[in-house]
């Protein structure tokens, strides 16, 4: 008898928050965005650590880890940001998918005009 593994998910942070509370306070996507723009980890909470380490390994998969909430919250949250906070959401995309290929895939196919010069 052979018992399949199961899947390997992500334990986000967030899981039990709901992430348009988030999205209403600015002052937290801003502390999210500081830490995952950081090179150092001083500046991030324990919740916002967990989430810069596995963003990486979440874009160049196209968060094949991720539960499909965690897919439409970090979607939400990268589409927020975008609008809202472009010049960061830049800076973000060229720490994380400087080649512009991950990110859109990552976000539901959705295409961002920071890519463009």
Do not use: W
């Amino acid at each position: 008898m052979v018992a399949a593994a199961p899947e390997e998910k992500y334990q986000s942070p967030y899981e039990g928050t709901d992430v348009d509370t988030i999205l209403q306070n600015d002052g937290k996507v801003q502390a999210i965005l500081k830490c995952l723009l950081s090179d150092t980890d001083d500046v991030c909470s324990k919740e916002d650590k967990q989430s810069k380490d596995m963003l990486p390994e979440a874009l160049a998969t196209q968060c094949a880890k991720c539960t499909e909430k965690q897919k439409q919250g970090m979607a939400k949250f990268f589409a927020h940001v975008s609008s809202k906070f472009p010049d960061m959401f830049k800076q973000l995309a060229a720490k994380y998918d400087p080649t512009g290929e991950n990110l859109p895939k990552f976000t539901t196919g959705r295409s961002f005009a920071v890519y463009s010069t």
